[in-house]
């Protein structure tokens, strides 16, 4: 009798230790996911997004389970702690995102874009973000977003231990390079328009002061829009492509100060 009831203690402690390690594996997740791309985004139902959550933390659970062993104590810091990490994990993402809409407002003042179908999207911005935001998604999800989040996660673990420490300094001080990254990234997507558009207005700057009689306002405004446009379609595949890359960079190696 005394070795059934050491057989059912043992049982528990085992139960207790993988509730506990399902239980800070959808904390993080759950905060992951709400800040992800295409999964994350206000149009998705809170229902998919729960079943996604638990999907992962299917998937996560075994695994941290035998990192954190059965002894573990449950504590409500080590809960916020996940919190906070997993909207690291999500916030680094989001970026991207961010990225994109930042790259196509730049695009849309430079080319005379930016009110063009403005009000078409839950958050209002240009028809080029719509465009860029729709598309990048779409590249990451059939890319195996799904995948690559899952191995975010496992390797999130190697360095964000769970119910570890985390410093604010190094957090701050990754936050301030990731956006820094992401914001020259954006830079870099925007600069085939930037540059052309400068080139043209300099253009009609010196045909305006060698014919001053001429509209040049009025030529000039239809055929800087058609030339964009005529640059977005050449230009638009390469575009996605540098921004899928560096966003695959980023799930591959999220920190590059680590928090």
């Given amino acids: 009798m005394s070795e059934v009831i050491a057989g059912l203690s043992q049982l528990l402690g085992l139960a207790q230790g993988i509730a506990w390690a399902a239980a800070l594996a959808f904390v993080r997740i759950g905060a992951m996911v ?6 994350g ?11 996604l959550v638990v999907a992962f933390t299917l998937v996560v659970t075994p ?9 573990a104590t449950p504590t409500v810091l080590a809960l916020g702690g996940e919190v906070v990490a997993g909207l690291l994990l999500g916030v680094g993402m989001r970026l991207f995102i961010v990225a994109l809409q930042t790259a196509a407002a730049m695009i849309a003042q430079a080319t005379t874009l930016s009110q063009l179908f403005s009000g078409a999207a839950p958050e209002p911005q240009p028809a080029v973000g719509n465009l860029f935001v729709m598309a990048g998604v779409a590249l990451a999800l059939v890319t195996g977003l799904h995948v690559r989040a899952a191995e975010l996660l496992l390797l999130s673990y190697d360095l964000l231990p769970p119910g570890g420490p985390l410093s604010a300094a190094s957090a ?8 820094g990254r ?5 830079f870099s997507l925007a600069a085939p328009f930037v540059i052309a558009s ?6 009609l700057g010196v045909i ?14 239809p055929a800087l829009t058609l030339g964009a446009l005529a640059l977005m379609a050449v230009a638009t595949p390469v575009i996605l492509a540098a921004w899928l890359d560096a966003f695959a960079g ?3 190696a999220p920190f590059a100060v680590a928090p």
Avoid: C, E, H
Wanted: aromatic residues 4%.
């Fill in 63 to 71: 695994i941290l389970a035998d990192r954190i062993g059965p002894d």
């Fill in 250 to 252: 980023q799930m591959a």
């Fill in 34 to 39: 709400a800040l992800m791309p295409g999964l």
């Fill in 198 to 203: 400068l080139i043209y207005n300099l253009a």
């Fill in 41 to 51: 985004d206000p149009s998705v139902p809170q229902r998919v997004k729960l079943a």
């Fill in 172 to 179: 701050a001080d990754w936050g301030l390079a990731v956006i």
């Fill in 208 to 221: 305006n002061r060698a014919m001053p009689a001429l509209m040049v306002s009025m030529v000039g405004a």
């Fill in 182 to 186: 992401t914001f020259s990234l954006a």
